[in-house]
């Protein structure tokens, strides 16, 4: 396994069940800084008056609610070293509200709450904080057993768009290990009792047994077994991650159409395209130039137009950072 491999990036939860591909090198994602977080307003800017989106930097983007497998919660209660992360798990389990035998997920009232306001409340709003989220010590009391979405989110991507995919298909999978060994662990937990038999009343044990039979799998000590995202699954995944090598240029490039743009003082330009989260600052006389992009031209002729008519010579690496980044895309 090497150093800043995909495996070691990731809660070592996950280790036993990922196949070779996660010794492949993790992309890094140095923009995304979560102990001086990068959607904060920077000093002397109003974020009500911006036209930019910034987090509260009290909650940050710990607004959210993580749906956690029922072996997750019981590795919290099992194993946690953190006696608040093991008290906040044990007072969402007794709330009940969003609580079954496979799964804690948000309560009813949030997710309507959420669902209506997650543009404008999310990293914003604290009535969507985490239940987990400690305010006193400003970090995740659970972070060592969070879930494949808490595990994968990034505000800004070192490779733009297709960063954003990797990481979104590296999510799905490993929801698919998540449902397929809390859909297991259960059946270990309750053997051939109904479910109602074996965890009304008794939450907190069942929760610690479906992460006993977790850990004896991972340990090799289980002699039954989930059936585990196929082949189909970890293609989709390994897809995602070879776009984030070097970017072929499309023979002919536009400007892209839903692209929002906001003039800064010193003449350079913000620009927003796939990411409201991430800006990106432009020399005005480069934007204006990617006018010279258009159906009817080639890359290379448009180049060349940018040349003559602006004085400036656009290098391959920058053409693909643009495209990274959406703001030119493939002609239709």
């Not at 010794?23 to 977080?37: F, G, I, L, M, N």
């Not at 970090?139 to 990481?167: H, L, M, P």
């Not at 270990?188 to 009304?200: H, N, W, Y």
């Not at 031209?297 to 495209?323: F, K, M, P, W």
């Amino acid at each position: 396994m090497m150093p800043g491999s995909l495996r070691d990036v990731l809660p070592s939860h996950y280790a036993a069940f990922l196949p070779d591909f996660f010794d492949s090198p993790a992309p890094q994602e140095p923009k995304a800084t979560c102990e001086q977080c990068a959607m904060c307003a920077p000093a002397g800017v109003q974020p009500d008056a911006s036209p930019f989106v910034f987090f509260h930097p009290d909650i940050k983007c710990c607004t959210f609610h993580p749906v956690l497998p029922n072996y997750l919660a019981g590795a919290v209660l099992e194993e946690s070293n953190d006696a608040e992360g093991c008290r906040r798990m044990s007072d969402r389990i007794h709330a009940g509200d969003g609580v079954s035998a496979q799964w804690i997920t948000p309560p009813q009232e949030y997710n309507e709450h959420f669902s209506a306001q997650r543009h404008r409340g999310f990293g914003r709003d604290a009535r969507f904080l985490c239940p987990y989220f400690s305010r006193e010590h400003h970090n995740c009391s659970i972070w060592a057993w969070r879930d494949a979405v808490c595990a994968t989110f990034f505000c800004k991507y070192e490779k733009g768009e297709d960063g954003q995919a990797f990481w979104r298909a590296l999510r799905d999978y490993l929801g698919l290990i998540e449902g397929a060994l809390s859909r297991w662990a259960l059946k270990q937990a309750c053997g051939q009792r109904p479910v109602t038999d074996c965890f009304p009343g008794r939450e907190a044990d069942f929760f610690r047994q479906t992460w006993r039979a977790v850990r004896a799998l991972a340990e090799g000590t289980s002699t039954s077994r989930p059936e585990l995202p196929g082949a189909d699954a970890l293609k989709r995944l390994q897809d995602a991650y070879a776009r984030l090598g070097v970017v072929s240029l499309p023979r002919r490039l536009v400007p892209n159409p839903e692209m929002k743009r906001y003039p800064a003082v010193d003449g350079s330009v913000f620009v927003i395209s796939y990411n409201s989260y991430e800006p990106l600052q432009l020399p005005g006389e480069v934007l204006t130039a990617l006018s010279e992009f258009t159906a009817g031209r080639s890359v290379r002729e448009a180049r060349q137009a940018v040349i003559t008519n602006h004085g400036l010579s656009l290098e391959d690496d920058l053409l693909r950072r643009l495209v990274r980044f959406r703001v030119l895309v493939a002609a239709p």
